[in-house]
T-cell receptor
Framework: GQQLNQSPQSMFIQEGEDVSMNCTSSSIFNTWLWYKQDPGEGPVLLIALYKAGELTSNGRLTAQFGITRKDSFLNISASIPSDVGIYFCAGLWSGNTGKLIFGQGTTLQVKP | NAGVTQTPKFQVLKTGQSMTLQCAQDMNHEYMSWYRQDPGMGLRLIHYSVGAGITDQGEVPNGYNVSRSTTEDFPLRLLSAAPSQTSVYFC???????????FGSGTRLTVV
């Protein structure tokens, strides 16, 4: 079954607002990744986190690797309409670097 | 450099039919994976491979077979299709020490 719990499931916000979403797990991961998926496309990597406590930015996006290695969050500042899509967290298993597990996703809608 | 190429893009099968979903990458990536995506479920790992000749099961392997005879190709076989296998299937690859998986654009499969 699903081992990553991602929240919230969906968000409907006004353009210009900040957004925060998070992911928790009962398992420890070596790497946390955040992806975005546009309709009809495959997920695209936004940010990769490799160390506990690491804070990384990519433009208006900021993500952190939790100290316990069991959680991560993603913030989007000053949202714009093109931020619309589904955001996924994903964890790379600590004991096997090939196995990447995904959260259920957060659907973001932005009202202009 | 085409990235990860999946064929076909769309497929309709009758219950009990078999078929192979093709996946090829031209980036010389060691790791490859197959996921299925269903509404509200995120992406669930079916099978993955850490190199030619090596495959392993993911979260939902039942009803699917894989093989990895070359680095480039990682086909997914449905031996006897069932309506529960109606889904969007994504193939992904990453290098040995890469940042994350690169995804194909998906195959939308309907089993009637």
């Amino acid at each position: 079954g699903q081992q990553l719990n991602q929240s919230p499931q969906s968000m409907f916000i006004q353009e210009g607002e900040d957004v925060s979403m998070n992911c928790t797990s009962s398992s420890i991961f070596n790497t946390w990744l955040w992806y975005k998926q546009d309709p009809g496309e495959g997920p695209v990597l936004l940010i990769a986190l490799y160390k506990a406590g690491e804070l990384t930015s990519n433009g208006r996006l900021t993500a952190q690797f939790g100290i316990t290695r069991k959680d991560s969050f993603l913030n989007i500042s000053a949202s714009i309409p093109s931020d619309v899509g589904i955001y996924f967290c994903a964890g790379l298993w600590s004991g096997n670097t090939g196995k990447l597990i995904f959260g259920q996703g957060t659907t973001l809608q932005v009202k202009p | 450099n085409a990235g990860v190429t999946q064929t076909p893009k769309f497929q309709v099968l009758k219950t009990g039919q078999s078929m192979t979903l093709q996946c090829a990458q031209d980036m010389n990536h060691e790791y490859m994976s197959w996921y299925r995506q269903d509404p509200g479920m995120g992406l669930r790992l079916i099978h993955y491979s850490v190199g030619a000749g090596i495959t392993d099961q993911g979260e939902v392997p039942n009803g699917y077979n894989v093989s990895r005879s070359t680095t480039e190709d990682f086909p997914l076989r449905l031996l006897s299709a069932a309506p529960s296998q109606t889904s969007v299937y994504f193939c992904a690859s990453r290098p040995d020490r890469g940042r994350g998986y690169t995804f194909g654009s998906g195959t939308r499969l309907t089993v009637v």
